[in-house]
Each structure stands twice: as C-alpha cells, then as structure tokens.
C-alpha cells in the first residue's frame, strides 16, 4: 500500500509566475486535504475534498489559489500569480471515510517545497 | 474557535532519557479528537496516536504513552527511554467534531543526543 505521493518536492519560481502541484492519496483514500506550513510552524488547513467535490475552504485560500480533484482521485492546487509570502511547504493528506466511521486519521504525504524568488 | 499550545519550542535530551512533550489546546465543542504527530528531517508528517474527547483512558505503545487530562485540556505525550530515531519535530493537532480541518501547534523539536 503506497503513501500519499505529492509533486514535485521542490519548485523553485520567479514571483508573479503560476504554479501548480499534484497530490496522489493513498489510492482507497476518497478524502483528500491541502495544508500549508510555514518554517517553524505547523500546517495551516487550506481545503478538503470527499470524492470530487471541495467542501471546506480556510480563508487563507485566497482567490490566487484553487484546487481541484476532478475524477475523486489525484488533486492539484494552482497557485496565481505567486508572492514572495506564498513560500512555504505544501502538503497533502487523504483519509478514508465509511459509514459510521468518520474518524480515521489524515496520511500526509513528503510535501512540496515552494520558493518565489 | 479552537486553538492548540505547544509551549516547548526545542527539547533536547540525553539518549536513554525520558521526556514529556506538553500539548494545551481550547475548544468550546463537548466532542472532538487530538492526534500527535512526528516529523522527521525529511518533511513526512507521520500519525502516532488519534485520542477521543469521551475517553480518557491513557494509552501505551511500547515507548511511546500519553496522558489526556480534560480537566486540564491537556494531551501530553512521553517517550520513555529516548532513542536518537525519535529526533524530529511532534506535533499536537485537534479536530472539532463537524469539521474535517485539522488544528496543529507550532510544534516541539526533539533532539536525542547519543
């Protein structure tokens, strides 16, 4: 059983470009999160998905950023028009949602590292 | 609201110590989950242990043992008998329940010396 696979681990970019990554859950996995953490921090909750539909976003994702799980699988999260405080870590997790059973723990993946120069 | 304290910035140890990671948090919900998690040098988050508000029952896996006091609002976690695999970064998170997001600390670094 694999991991939460994410890429790429790290994107180095010039400020105002767009970025986007990719996030592959754990392949049984239908709930799948977008966190961001910043150095020294812990991870701040973006957005969730349950199947290909996004039911939870933070205020922190501003409209320069969306997400999108078309087909309930992988995800990606486009970031527009980058700043320089948009630096930080990525990370993606799934979960496994059942009837009565809406506690399992979140799987992250490695990450992936964003740098604006 | 809910929030989660992780007053100890950096802990650094002795192998073969023992060590107490704090973990504070607040929340107005009556039910609600806290987790610990690790994170090593290479950046994965690694889940340890998911705690229910309505169980209060300590809990021991191997050298790892935790302690949920609601009267306090605390979920501390102890590693017994420090090894220098346990270095990283741990982290306490709370998740009301009715929402899926997770609520981390900023974290406690642990460094194991040999």
């Known amino acids: 059983d694999t991991g939460v696979s994410q890429n790429p681990r790290h994107k180095i970019t010039k400020r105002g470009q767009n970025v986007t990554f990719r996030c592959d859950p754990i392949?049984?996995?239908?709930?799948l999160y977008w966190y961001r953490q910043t150095l020294g921090q812990g991870p701040e909750f973006l957005t969730y998905?349950?199947?290909?539909?996004?039911?939870?976003k933070s205020r922190l994702l501003s409209d320069r950023f969306s997400a999108e799980r078309p087909k309930g699988s992988f995800s990606t999260l486009e970031i527009q028009r980058t700043e320089q405080g948009d630096s930080a870590m990525y990370l993606c997790?799934?979960?496994?949602f059942g009837r009565g059973d809406s506690n399992q723990p979140q799987h992250f993946g490695d990450g992936t590292r964003l740098s604006i120069l | 609201a809910q929030k989660v304290t992780q007053a100890q910035t950096e802990i650094s140890v002795v192998e073969k110590e023992d060590v107490t990671l704090d973990c504070v948090y607040e929340?107005?919900?009556?039910?609600?989950?806290l987790f610990w998690y690790k994170q090593p040098p290479s950046g994965e988050l690694v889940f340890l242990i998911r705690?229910?508000?309505?169980?209060?029952q300590n809990e021991i896996s191997g050298r790892y043992s935790w302690n949920f006091q609601k009267s306090t609002s605390s979920f501390n976690f102890t590693i017994t008998a420090s090894q220098v695999v346990d270095s990283a970064v741990y982290f306490c998170?709370?998740?009301?329940?009715?929402?899926?997001?997770?609520?981390f600390g900023s974290g406690t670094r642990l460094q194991v010396q040999p």
């Open positions: 997790a799934s979960s496994f």
């Open positions: 392949s049984e996995h239908n709930r």
């Open positions: 998905f349950q199947n290909e539909a996004q039911l939870e």
């Open positions: 929340t107005r919900d009556t039910t609600y989950y």
């Open positions: 705690r229910n508000s309505f169980d209060e």
């Open positions: 998170a709370l998740r009301n329940t009715g929402r899926r997001a997770l609520t």
